[in-house]
């Protein structure tokens, strides 16, 4: 199972002693190893357009229980996914996102040759091709900011190591550059779905697992 970057398991949970039942989402991401980050955009990408679509349709079916985020420690992936969520979520990065200017301004630069010595687009001025969309990004987001209030929120550590620093903004640059679409994730990327239903193996929590489905994503 470790060869597949994403399992979400969806579980139904009873509680012994009120026979209340609780439904819970769980994505589970293997690309990411401790201390470091993953080799490439777009599993953390497609993650967190899964976690965001998840979060929409559990509102809709009534489930409006907080997101829980962890790792090993719940310190640096946990803090460097929040701040990716937190920012990919934000009404300015879907204005960007999905304005025309900004499309067209990101398209003319895919066609573009790093001889171009600037760029002009309305309200910006922008220099050096390879790194347009990285000054763009740490003109409009003020991560440090971000990273500042989750850590102390939670910890001091949340978003660990420089590496995991920077791989924010690549996150942000690459997802403005070629923005990832739920469908992509959900028509692309179901790999197996399989289904067991288990006893209460718990009692101490006075919670049961009444049954588990669980859904495979490779997302390299």
Request: charged share 20%; with cysteine.
């Amino acid at each position: 199972m470790r060869s597949l970057h994403i399992i979400v398991h969806k579980l139904s949970l009873k509680h012994i002693q009120t026979n209340s039942v609780r439904d819970i989402i769980q994505l589970y991401y293997y690309g990411w190893p401790d201390g470091h980050v993953p080799n490439n955009t777009i599993s953390v990408r497609k993650l967190t357009r899964l976690y965001m679509w998840y979060s929409e349709q559990s509102i809709i079916a009534g489930l409006n229980g907080p997101g829980i985020v962890h790792c090993l420690a719940g310190i640096g992936r946990s803090g460097c996914f929040l701040v990716i969520l937190s920012y990919m979520q934000s009404n300015i990065f879907n204005q960007i996102l999905h304005s025309t200017d900004f499309r067209t301004f990101v398209d003319n630069l895919k066609n573009l040759h790093n001889d171009i010595s600037e760029i002009i687009i309305p309200g910006y001025y922008l220099t050096h091709l390879d790194s347009v969309i990285e000054e763009f990004i740490h003109n409009s987001f003020y991560v440090m900011d971000l990273v500042s209030l989750i850590r102390s929120q939670r910890n001091i550590k949340s978003v660990q190591t420089e590496d995991q620093y920077s791989y924010i903004y690549q996150v942000l640059k690459e997802e403005l550059k070629d923005p990832i679409g739920i469908s992509d994730v959900l028509n692309q990327l179901k790999i197996e779905s399989t289904s067991h239903r288990e006893t209460c193996i718990n009692r101490d929590t006075g919670w049961c697992t009444l049954n588990m489905d669980s859904i495979s994503f490779d997302v390299s």
